[in-house]
């Protein structure tokens, strides 16, 4: 299955700071893993995601700084660079340059861990991929069979073996959950 950017559902961040776009939302009555690729376009605080574990990862723009409350600083400068970090400690964002997207990796730690790896793939050299399991595409471009996968567009492959090929240098962010 594939899912595309432009059919994202759109939602305000809990702090009122910015607009998020929802790839995968799973679990009732909270969240219990979640998707999603956000638009930051000032700096700012994290919102306040207590009992969540995260992961972000820069996908647009020249990137940006979490400053956290204990002194820890990351910086993320270049595609594909992530940070993972529990959702209540709720770091300072400051841009470098201008506006960034962001993947965001959030899974409920009592109910989801989560395999998050960033992968480069050359053009024309295929590998395999065995679900459950969402393949994210910054940049470049994939096939799974006859369909393309896009930039910032989402592969969902479910639990049969695919094989997939990027058409171009590509980068992607490959995302497993576990159940607790």
Known sequence: MILRKG???AVPWLNGG??????VVDGAPIAQRR????TIDRDGPFSDLRGYDRTIVLAGGTGFTLAFADGTQVTLDRL????DFAGETMPDCSLLAG??????????RDAARAEVEVAHRLPHVPWRER????????TGDIAAGPE???EHDTLFIDAAERELVA??????????????
């Open 7 to 9: 059919e994202y559902r």
């Open 18 to 23: 910015g607009i998020t776009h929802d790839i």
């Open 35 to 38: 998707l999603s690729l956000a």
């Open 80 to 83: 594909g660079a992530r940070c």
């Open 99 to 108: 506006s960034v997207q962001a993947f965001n990796v959030m899974v409920h």
């Open 131 to 138: 679900g459950p399991v969402y393949v994210f595409v910054i």
């Open 148 to 150: 393309t996968i896009s």
């Open 167 to 180: 058409s171009r240098e590509s980068l992607l962010v490959r995302v497993a959950f576990d159940e607790c």
